[in-house]
């Protein structure tokens, strides 16, 4: 058993959801759409910090197609579990949106205030086209008026955790995906 597994199963708030070899296969499958999707074409990646890190890390080494990465920052949930209902911008983009073919990685959509922030604040600077990869996405929970291309897997309304996704900081760097209890 290794160490990271064994992580998950001494953690009594940890309950396994998402296998690492489903989370890899599933981020295979995404690349393998995005790299028909962008034949030809050299899209600028745009991770959503933090949660997103290592997900855009995985999905990128995956691509054939050539290209450019950058990354935004959103006020978080801060040490809390439930979302704020306010965003706010703490890094800004450094590349040149305007004519250019934008995919926003995020690591999950809630709500989708963030992504609705994320996609009025993009589409104010001109691009060319403009889609989203969210590795997890909560079934029923956003009204979201635009669709998501890429999802990764369709989640229940529970807090999850590992993957890049964080409670107060904290397990990040999973392997898996987790429910974390209470
Ligand atoms: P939204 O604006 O409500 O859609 O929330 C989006 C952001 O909140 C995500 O990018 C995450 O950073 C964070 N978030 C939402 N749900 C979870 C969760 O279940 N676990 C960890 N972070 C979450
Ligand atoms: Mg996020």
């Known amino acids: 058993m290794n160490l990271q597994r064994k992580r998950v199963q001494s953690d009594s708030n940890l309950k396994l959801y998402i296998s690492k070899a489903r989370i890899r296969q599933r981020v295979k499958l995404i690349a393998r759409e995005i790299n028909k999707d962008y034949k030809g074409r050299i899209p600028i990646f745009i991770g959503v910090l933090n949660g997103s890190f290592i997900f855009i890390s995985d999905l990128v080494r995956e691509l054939k197609v050539d290209t450019e ?12 579990k ?43 600077h001109n691009p060319a086209t403009l889609e989203f990869a969210a590795l997890l996405f909560k079934k029923g929970l956003s009204k979201l008026d635009f669709d998501i291309k890429y999802i990764g897997f369709k989640v229940p309304n529970k807090f999850l955790v590992g993957y890049g996704l964080d409670y107060a900081q904290k397990y990040r760097n999973l392997k898996e995906i987790c429910i974390l209890k209470n």
């Open 69 to 80: 990465i950058d990354f935004l920052k959103l006020s978080s949930y801060g040490d809390s």
């Open 82 to 124: 439930i979302s704020s209902g306010e965003v706010k911008l703490l890094k800004d983009l450094n590349c040149t949106i305007e004519g250019r073919d934008i995919i926003v990685v995020e690591d999950i959509v809630d709500s989708g205030l963030s992504i609705k922030y994320i996609r009025d604040l993009i589409l104010s």
